[in-house]
């Protein structure tokens, strides 16, 4: 399996323009995570589906960001208007029974707000 | 809410030299606890993880205990090697529940 596949792996955009990650899970994973990594927060969890549902969104910052699974092989993160402060590197995940399962991480997407 | 908390970095040691991360937790129940590592420009990738008290997770000469009495779930290597160098990820999800919470990561470097 090639593991966890995202795209684009850097992305370098202006203020107020619509952002699009995406992502492909490791097939056969029933659960798939989106994480946040910056200096000043860390690693933070936005979301995560199970089956294709989304389970807990609780870590999305705010309305200007929204995930999608439409089926098992594809996801995406969604930023409009994108901002400056949500520069950061966006690491997808998959596991097959949850998190206490081996979450398989992507090599992540770089995202620079001009 | 739970969380974690790991000793901040950056750590340098010489090859061969006696590795610990301590990290301690916070958590009501029963949490599950991992170490991740990431390699620079890669995705993270589990080192090891304990689902219960007392229970020792170990992978590639690392160890971790579980420790409910004290909170933590230190790293520990007994002779890092350069290919080590990486960061260093503590890491709980709690109990019944499939939320992630991560440290803030401590940056190893191993010398020559």
């Known amino acids: 399996d090639a593991g966890v596949i995202q795209s684009p792996r850097h992305e370098v955009t202006e203020m107020g323009q619509e952002v699009t990650l995406r992502c492909k899970p490791i097939?056969?994973?029933?659960?798939l995570f989106w994480y946040r990594q910056t200096m000043m927060r860390g690693l933070e969890l936005l979301i995560y589906?199970?089956?294709?549902?989304?389970?807990?969104d609780s870590g999305m910052p705010e309305d200007r960001f929204s995930a999608k699974m439409p089926n098992a092989s594809f996801s995406t993160l969604k930023i409009q208007p994108s901002e400056p402060r949500d520069s950061a590197v966006y690491f997808c995940?998959?596991?097959?029974?949850?998190?206490?399962?081996?979450?398989?991480f992507g090599p992540g997407t770089r995202l620079t707000v001009l | 809410g739970d969380s974690v908390t790991q000793m901040e970095g950056p750590v340098t040691l010489s090859e061969e030299a006696f590795l610990t991360i301590n990290c301690t937790y916070t958590?009501?129940?029963?949490?599950?606890l991992f170490w991740y590592v990431q390699y620079p420009g890669e995705g993270l990738q589990l080192l090891l993880k304990?689902?219960?008290?007392?229970d020792k997770g170990s992978n590639k000469g690392f160890e971790a205990t579980y420790r409910k009495e004290t909170t933590s779930f230190h790293l520990e290597k007994g002779s890092v090697q350069v290919s080590d160098s990486a960061v260093y990820f503590c890491?709980?999800?709690?109990?019944?529940?499939?939320?992630?919470?991560f440290g803030a990561g401590t940056r190893l470097t191993v010398k020559p």
């Open positions: 304990a689902t219960k008290a007392d």
């Open positions: 890491a709980l999800s709690p109990y019944n529940n499939n939320d992630m919470r």
């Open positions: 589906f199970n089956n294709n549902v989304p389970i807990d």
């Open positions: 995940a998959s596991s097959g029974t949850g998190a206490t399962d081996t979450q398989y």
């Open positions: 958590a009501t129940g029963y949490p599950s």
């Open positions: 097939s056969g994973h029933d659960y």
